[in-house]
């Protein structure tokens, strides 16, 4: 018995020090994020329209499903990469979605990351307390 093959399409996303492995497939519009469905990982409503942005741009929400890996960073940095793996996976499923999803700024990857830390201070900017005499 020959088993049916589906296309899987593949993004990488970053933001801060979270890195996101997502797949994107034709489906029913399940959200998967290590193992865990979106909404029981990320409860914060801003997050969950961070991450279905790119499938709301492209008018493909409840008809992919995402599969996605998350190793790093936080809770908001994984969103962001997890929003630019979808965006790239998008991109890789349909080229014709590259307008929609720059005009969405889904396709930047957002470079701010944390400032080191500098010796003979306590922290990136913070400085000890000057003492004159």
Do not use: C
Not at 13 to 38: F, H, L, Q, S
Not at 109 to 128: L, N, T, V
């Amino acid at each position: 018995m020959a088993k049916a093959t589906v296309e899987k399409y593949y993004g990488t996303g970053r933001r801060k020090e979270a890195i996101a492995k997502v797949w994107v497939m034709p489906g029913t519009g399940k959200i998967t994020i290590n193992g865990i469905e979106m909404l029981t990982l990320f409860t914060r409503i801003a997050h969950q329209a961070e991450i279905l942005g790119p499938l709301r741009d492209t008018r493909l929400e409840g008809r992919v499903d995402v599969i996605a890996q998350t190793v790093g960073g936080g809770i908001t940095g994984q969103s962001g990469a997890i929003r630019l793996g979808i965006a790239r996976a998008l991109l890789q499923m349909d080229e014709s979605l590259r307008k929609r999803l720059r005009d969405g700024g889904h396709l930047t990857r957002d470079p701010r990351m944390k400032e080191r830390k500098k010796y003979g201070q306590p922290g990136a900017r913070k400085k000890f307390q000057f003492s004159k005499r």
